[in-house]
T-cell receptor
């Protein structure tokens, strides 16, 4: 069965610090997709990134970067020079290709608080 | 692009009434939509998968007669909480997948959620 673990329930940093959110997943599929979503206090989930299991290249988008390592089943998310607007709950999620409905399994979420 | 609209954003109702929540994909067609429930400070729990033109698939433990789902068009799915009780109070959030893209994309876009409070 698929499972996503976000061991850090809450992280608090001061503005301009770098912060890494951890995500570890479990799946028996060889083809799967990993996602990160941001949930600000307003409640909506904002899509940040999708990565498929065959693409282990790290990705950078502005202050955001992602490190995908199949060897450790991890898909960590780093925010560089954090800002107060980054304060939110971040969810890592997994979808297995063998699942016809492509349902997402979410981790428990990490609440990030960036203080000025 | 890929905007999902969910309405209402907040609803307060009396115990015993029914509440309908709408989820619309505004700029794409969604043959599949998903309904989630989220308790405070917890993750999202999938309630059901809504397929256009067919019956929804409910997750184990979710009462299909309690949570009625209708997906009558490629852009609209509705969730009706029937005879709501205080324990149904929660944050309900929908998502939709854009099938105009290749399956490899497989991205779910989420609505802003509906906060239901049953008195």
């Amino acid at each position: 069965a698929q499972k996503v673990t976000q061991a850090q329930t809450e992280i608090s940093v001061v503005e301009k610090e770098d912060v890494t959110l951890d995500c570890v997943y479990e799946t028996r599929d060889t083809t799967y997709y990993l996602f990160w979503y941001k949930q600000p206090p307003s409640g909506e989930l904002v899509f940040l990134i999708r990565r498929n299991s065959f693409d282990e290249q790290n990705e950078i988008s502005g202050r955001y970067s992602w490190n995908f390592q199949k060897s450790t089943s991890s898909f960590n998310f780093t925010i560089t020079a954090s800002q107060v607007v980054d304060s939110a709950v971040y969810f890592c999620a997994l979808s297995e290709a063998s699942n016809a409905g492509n349902m997402l399994t979410f981790g428990g979420g990490t609440r990030l608080m960036v203080k000025p | 692009g890929a905007v999902v609209s969910q309405h209402p954003s907040r609803v307060i109702c009396k115990s015993g009434t029914s509440v309908k929540i709408e989820c619309r994909s505004l700029d794409f067609q969604a043959t599949t939509m998903f309904w989630y429930r989220q308790f405070p400070k917890q993750s999202l729990m999938l309630m059901a998968t809504s397929n256009e033109g067919s019956k929804a698939t409910y997750e184990q433990g979710v009462e299909k007669d309690k949570f009625l789902i209708n997906h009558a068009s490629l852009t609209l799915s509705t969730l009706t909480v029937t005879s709501a009780h205080p324990e149904d109070s929660s944050f309900y959030i929908c998502s939709a997948r854009d099938y105009s893209l290749t399956l490899a994309k497989n991205i779910q876009y989420f609505g802003a959620g509906t906060r239901l409070s049953v008195l």
